[in-house]
């Protein structure tokens, strides 16, 4: 099974650096990385940094960007061009995200199993504390395993069937090409940070692709900042907001929403909508 990763990226050259480092390991062998450069240009650089790796393996897709980052077009753009490469599967994985030794061999053994080839296939992930000086240790990862609680994480050698499409986050799953065109890939009305991953799963669902919980396919989310709730994406968490109320009927991201609320940056209406109080730049 021909199999390509995708990531997509703007900044994040260290992070990047790692997750290089952890397609070379263990049986992490994809036969094609594309990394989709964000109006980056220095992207490229990162990859031949890592020229044990990149030499036929690593292809950059220059997507322009503005202020708001596309996405969802971005991972649309990816996968096309994986597609067009010949894959067969295609495992997504957000740039912070660095492959256990085994998550390709195992994203790619189930997809390869007539019980699952149709499924939308999810592995666990944990979140990693701050790296030394020398950055990580990949030899011993294995060994922070501890992924994220809100989230199944199935035994190394077991797949998990599950319901709950609300779980679906796109740091790391993987997908055969027919999946793919199933599902029909990310909606590029979203526009920035938010809301594009839950309307990814959202159509999977509608369309009854099934969902499986991987074990053994696991990634490691390397540690940097981030603000709780993302402050920094407020305005673009609420447009996108909109976006999926239009295009489902409800509102996304209701976690979010209320601790924008209860912080006073937006007010919400008796049936949800959600206004900002001080406009940041956006419409």
């Known amino acids: 099974m021909r199999t390509?990763?995708?990531?997509?990226?703007?900044?994040?050259?260290?992070?990047?650096?790692?997750?290089?480092?952890?397609?070379?390991?263990?049986?992490?062998?994809?036969d094609l990385h594309v990394v989709v450069a964000l109006d980056d240009p220095a992207i490229a650089g990162v990859i031949r940094a890592h020229p044990g790796y990149a030499t036929g393996h690593a292809t950059v897709i220059e997507c322009p960007a503005g202020a708001h980052l596309p996405l969802a077009r971005a991972?649309?753009?990816?996968?096309?061009?994986?597609?067009?490469?010949?894959?067969?599967?295609?495992?997504?994985?957000?740039?912070?995200?660095i492959p256990s030794p085994t998550l390709v061999a195992r994203y790619r053994a189930v997809a390869a199993d007539p019980r699952h080839r149709d499924a939308l296939l999810c592995g666990p992930v944990t979140y990693l504390p701050p790296a030394g000086p020398s950055g990580y240790d990949l030899g011993r990862l294995a060994e922070a395993v501890d992924p994220?609680?809100?989230?199944?994480?199935?035994?190394?050698?077991?797949?998990?069937?599950?319901?709950?499409?609300?779980?679906?986050?796109?740091?790391?799953?993987?997908?055969?090409?027919?999946?793919?065109?199933?599902?029909?890939?990310?909606?590029?009305?979203?526009?920035?940070?938010?809301?594009?991953?839950?309307?990814?799963?959202?159509?999977?669902?509608?369309?009854?692709?099934?969902?499986?919980?991987?074990?053994?396919?696991?990634a490691f989310h390397q540690h940097h900042d981030v603000q709780k709730p993302p402050v920094d994406h407020l305005d673009d968490i609420v447009r996108n907001a909109y976006v999926f109320h239009r295009r489902w009927g409800r509102w996304p991201m209701e976690g979010w929403l209320s601790a924008?609320?209860?912080?006073?940056?937006?007010?919400?209406?008796?049936?949800?909508?959600?206004?900002?109080?001080?406009?940041?730049?956006?419409?």
Do not use: K
């Not at 061009?81 to 295609?90: K, P, R, S, V």
């Open 4 to 30: 390509a990763v995708v990531t997509i990226a703007h900044g994040r050259h260290d992070h990047l650096s790692g997750q290089l480092r952890g397609l070379r390991s263990g049986t992490n062998h994809p």
């Open 75 to 97: 991972r649309n753009i990816g996968a096309a061009h994986a597609l067009e490469a010949g894959a067969d599967m295609i495992v997504f994985l957000d740039v912070d995200c």
């Open 148 to 218: 994220h609680p809100a989230r199944p994480c199935p035994p190394d050698d077991a797949v998990h069937d599950t319901g709950d499409y609300a779980l679906f986050w796109s740091l790391s799953f993987a997908l055969t090409a027919p999946t793919w065109h199933t599902v029909g890939g990310f909606c590029e009305d979203y526009e920035g940070y938010g809301g594009e991953d839950t309307d990814f799963a959202r159509c999977a669902e509608a369309r009854g692709v099934p969902m499986r919980w991987v074990g053994g396919a696991h």
């Open 260 to 283: 924008f609320e209860e912080r006073g940056l937006i007010t919400r209406g008796p049936d949800g909508t959600p206004r900002l109080v001080q406009l940041s730049g956006s419409n």
